[in-house]
């Protein structure tokens, strides 16, 4: 496994290099390599088609521009999915009606009169409990606190480790492992119903 | 659960993180085994994930790779151009060609009778006919249009004859290319080399640092 990672890193470089050379064929590659994992994340993170293709597209194209301040020592995961997290935090910031909502509640973080109030205008019980499985899950990942949910994307869908989930929010480790605690203990309370 | 430890809950997240260390271990084992409040708890943690990694793994749309490439910035148009005329030189002579098919070029041909020379102050001119003299040196390029030129002395530069004739005496010397130009083909080959050298110049110098 860790053989394998290299040497896709290594493709990866190679690959860039030659995007810095010029080549834009070679950025097709990266992006036949990532764009199931990057559209699979913005998906999660925004619960709609139109817009996860809309954004993981747009993050192909600012690494694109921005390749040479990529630092070949590090993982390019990291840093695409840094671009694509980024894009759609702003992208879910926009589409609230009322920042002020946005504000924290004092002493939960990551609890937002947003989501609070989204909280009590849920769908009744027998409701959720007819929705087939995977609607489901998009319903609750959608209920999350946009803090928990990044997180628990990560973590969950893509399968990284607590680490490189920092690294890609720019968040310290122990601010990461608070959120997937507090984030699995909203996902628990709200499948109480299950 | 009031009366549980709160570190049993901390135990339970350092769990499922695989953060943990093997006394926390047991002990929060022992704890779920006589505490069925906890064990709900710890359960419901457990399902919730099972859950999350029972979804499909969404896959990018057909067409994905295609938008992104369209999306993607076309290379500077400048920079962009000049690097590919210079790695392709061919290509780029026959870009020029094209460009230079436009009209004002092929009538400069057509029109353009009239006989003129390179002004050099030792170049003999007699009507039509250039000549070097012999033991003169006529220092930089001659280009003569529409005449003839006789070369008996040294020029130190390139020779042009364009739409005309040339002679060289045995005693002539041009340490410069030498060439004549009659067809319109190669009257517009002349004016893209020229050109090019004009657009690239410091290609032209890579060329000489070569040699
Ligand atoms: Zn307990």
Redesign the pocket.
Known sequence: MERRRYALDELINKRINEVLKGKQDAFEEIVILFQHRLYHVCYRMLNNKQEAEDIAQEAFVRAYINIHTFDQKRKFSTWIFRIATNLCIDRIRKKKPDYHLDAEVPGTEGLTMYSQIAAAGDLPEEQIEKMEAQERIRYEIGRLPDKYRSVIILRYFEELPLQEIGDILELPLGTVKTRVHRGREALRKQMGTM | ?NT?PEK?IDYMHAYLDEDIRPEEERELQE?LAN?S??KEIMDGLEESISFLKSATQIKAPAGFVDGVIARLPKEKSQVGAQRFLRRHPLLSAAAMFLLLMSATLFSSYGNDQHFSVSKQPNLVVQGETVLVPAGETIKGDIVVKNGSLRIEGQVEGDVTVIHGSKFMASTAIVTGESEEIDKAFDWLWYKIKNTVKDIFPSSKEDEKQEK
């Open positions: 659960m549980c049993i704890h505490c409040e906890c």
